[in-house]
């Protein structure tokens, strides 16, 4: 009797450790930053009383807010589709067998292999206005860190390279495991590379491409790291996000609460994003 009870018990002991830990860490921080964006919150944290949607209509109303808002929406528009592009055609250019496709596949995993804030950092000497290698290149003294279209574009421009390996990997992989006999019906029916490209390959990755389009939308709209590090949201507030106001207003400045709205913006339109991206998913792509 005894065993056949712990035989019962047994799944959900084994998943009982990862469901504490989600609750601790994930859950729990979660709800406590919703309630303290519906609250007036002390320096030291405690919540002094309830104020509603108060924070909420002072952050809408906050030209920091509107400012962080536009240049999140614009990096995201800048950031997704060029990012997909641009490794998407690695991922094809690197798809078929070769030596020099192999090192550069290998090329184009390196920086997995960075730190993330050491690789910013290398940016930021490369971005110099006088002494950068972009400017010595292009032949133009750009302001990368005095003009806000400038700055976003170098931003812009660090967020692919970060992003570059890990999703070049993904597409390169999906490529792989397309079936050989699929690809050599195509060549024997002689398809073009606009038809095999339309008919076989798109259907085939288009998986891993919703996966990428969703982490992507999702690093643009909580990107941080990078703005913090390279332009501290300026010239001007022009490249301030809002996961940095975020920090500025929660952690720099100690209004807890307008942090917590802000963060709560984030994730209710990240959320959103996220909800139509897997809507298309389960109307247009194809699983085997």
Do not use: C
Not at 23 to 36: E, I, Q
Not at 46 to 63: D, K, Q
Not at 67 to 93: C, K
Request: glycine residues 6%; positive net charge; aromatic residues 12%.
């Amino acid at each position: 009797m005894k065993g056949s009870r712990l035989r019962k018990l047994s799944p959900y002991l084994y998943v009982a450790p990862a469901l504490v830990l989600a609750f601790l860490f994930s859950y729990r921080p979660f709800f406590l930053t919703l309630l303290d964006s519906l609250s007036h919150v002390s320096l030291d944290g405690r919540i002094l009383r309830f104020v509603g949607l108060s924070n909420y209509r002072a952050l809408v109303a906050s030209e920091s807010f509107q400012d962080s808002w536009r240049n999140t929406l614009t990096f995201t528009g800048l950031f997704v589709p060029i990012n997909l592009v641009v490794t998407l055609a690695l991922a094809f250019a690197t798809h078929y067998e070769s030596r020099t496709a192999k090192v550069s596949k290998i090329a184009l995993m390196l920086p997995m292999a960075v730190a993330m804030s050491s690789a910013v950092m290398v940016f930021k000497t490369l971005f110099d206005e006088n002494l950068g290698l972009f400017n010595r290149i292009i032949g133009e003294r750009i302001p990368w860190f005095t003009n806000g279209t400038a700055a976003m574009g170098m931003l812009v421009i660090s967020g692919i390279w970060l992003d570059i390996g890990f999703d070049f990997l993904l597409f390169s992989s999906s490529l792989s495991n397309i079936p050989k006999d699929l690809e050599e019906v195509a060549d024997l029916e002689g398809a073009s590379f606009f038809q095999r490209l339309g008919y076989l390959e798109f259907p085939m990755i288009a998986p891993t491409l919703v996966f990428v389009l969703a982490n992507n939308l999702k690093d643009a709209m909580l990107i941080s790291a990078p703005v913090m590090i390279l332009t501290e949201g300026g010239p001007y507030r022009s490249t301030q996000t809002l996961v940095y106001q975020m920090y500025l207003e929660g952690f720099k400045g100690g209004n807890i609460a307008l942090g917590s709205a802000i963060a709560t913006v984030v994730f209710l339109i990240t959320f959103l994003l996220l909800l139509v991206i897997l809507a298309i998913q389960r109307r247009k792509v194809f699983y085997q």
